[in-house]
């Protein structure tokens, strides 16, 4: 039977595991919406708004969001996602790919996130308002 008093420390290494890898993700997913010049880049510590993050980051409609939450759905969504995340950092499209793989994913993500800033597509800037300028008259 389970003795409730006994404790191999496997608990407490395990949760040391989980939470250190909470923040590597949060962190890195946070550095990332640094780059790609999100408003709040703090959602990458919460759970829900994360993903939101994902879609804007990636600029896809919000619908994208309700594709997250399909089974089996979800996995093409967010294989699609991150392609465009890697692609707004500046780096290759499979850069987004290797996110869905076990254990890679901690390089993938590594790689976007501390890696330097090369965009590799023209963000939309504003387009400047003409001024009214008077007009020569001779």
């Known amino acids: 039977m ?13 949760w040391v595991i989980m939470i250190g ?12 919406a640094q780059k790609t010049g999100h408003t709040s880049p703090w959602w990458s510590y919460v759970p829900i708004l994360n993903v939101v993050q994902w879609v804007q980051m990636a600029n896809r409609p919000m619908w994208w969001f ?6 089996f759905i979800n996995i093409i969504a967010f294989a699609v996602l991150w392609s465009d995340i890697a692609k707004a950092v500046g780096k290759p499209g499979i850069w ?43």
């Open 66 to 71: 309700v594709l997250c939450l399909v089974p």
């Open 21 to 32: 890898m909470y923040l590597y993700f949060g962190y890195a997913q946070y550095r990332i």
């Open 96 to 138: 987004g790919f290797v996110m869905l793989l076990p254990l890679l994913n901690f390089i993938g993500i590594g790689v976007l996130a501390f890696s330097a800033y090369t965009p590799t597509q023209q963000r939309v800037q504003p387009t400047p308002q003409p001024q009214n300028q008077p007009e020569n008259v001779a």
């Open 2 to 14: 389970y003795d409730p008093a006994y404790n191999s420390g496997f608990d407490t290494v395990s």
